[in-house]
C-alpha cells in the first residue's frame, strides 16, 4: 500500500509564545523533522496543513470559551500563521500545504486546499492521485485539528494511524474523548501523546 505522511498544523501561533499556544509544540515540531529525516523515504507523499484565517467568523473571539471559540490566531500571512523554524527540516520533504480556515474554523485538514496548475485541489483528491491508500497523521494538537484530520482520513477511505508521540494535545480531558473517538472511526494510533 501507498502512504502518506500528514503533517498538521504546526504553526508559531500553537507553539510556546503563540497567541495559542498548545504545551509541547515547539518540541513536536522538532520531534516531527527528526522523524521525517530518519523516515521520510518510507513515504509516497508528505503533506502539511495549515490553519489560514482571513476572516473565521464566530471562530475568533475576544473571550473564548475554548471550546467553539477561540483567541485570534493564525491570520494569513502573519509570523503566527508561519511554520515553526524547528519544523523546517521535516519541511525540506513537504510536498503540498494545505490551507484551511479562510473563512472557518476548518480543524480538519481535509477542509483545505492546495494550489496546483492554477487550480484549488483538495487533500483527499490530491491523496487519491498519488494512489495513496494509508496515511499516518502528526501535528498539533492531538484533541482538536489532528483529531479532526485523521477522522475525516478515515472517512474518506484511507487506512489512518495518529502517531501519537509525534503529537501535542491541549488537555487530558479532550485528549481523553478524542482518542475513544478515534477509536470508534477505526483509525489506529502509536505511542503515546508527548507531555507538555
Known sequence: MSRALLIVD??????????????????VARRISAYV????????????????????GGH?????D????????????????????????????????????HHSAAYSGFEGFTIEADRKVALADWLRDRAIEEVDVVGIATDHCVRATALDAADEGFETTVLLDLTAAVAPETTALA??????AQVATRGEVAPG
Open 10 to 27: 504546526v504553526q508559531n501561533d500553537f507553539c510556546e509564545g503563540g497567541s495559542l499556544a498548545v504545551p509541547g509544540g515547539a518540541e
Open 66 to 101: 475554548y471550546v467553539d471559540t477561540w483567541p485570534p490566531h493564525c491570520r494569513a500571512g502573519s509570523d503566527g500563521a508561519l511554520f515553526h523554524p524547528a519544523a523546517e527540516p521535516a519541511f525540506e520533504q513537504v510536498q503540498a500545504i494545505f490551507r484551511k480556515g
Open 179 to 184: 482518542l475513544q473517538q478515534l477509536a470508534e
Open 60 to 64: 475568533f473571539s475576544d473571550d473564548p
Open 37 to 56: 529525516q530518519a523516515h521520510g523515504e518510507t513515504y509516497a507523499a508528505i503533506a502539511a496543513t495549515a490553519d489560514w484565517h482571513e476572516d473565521p
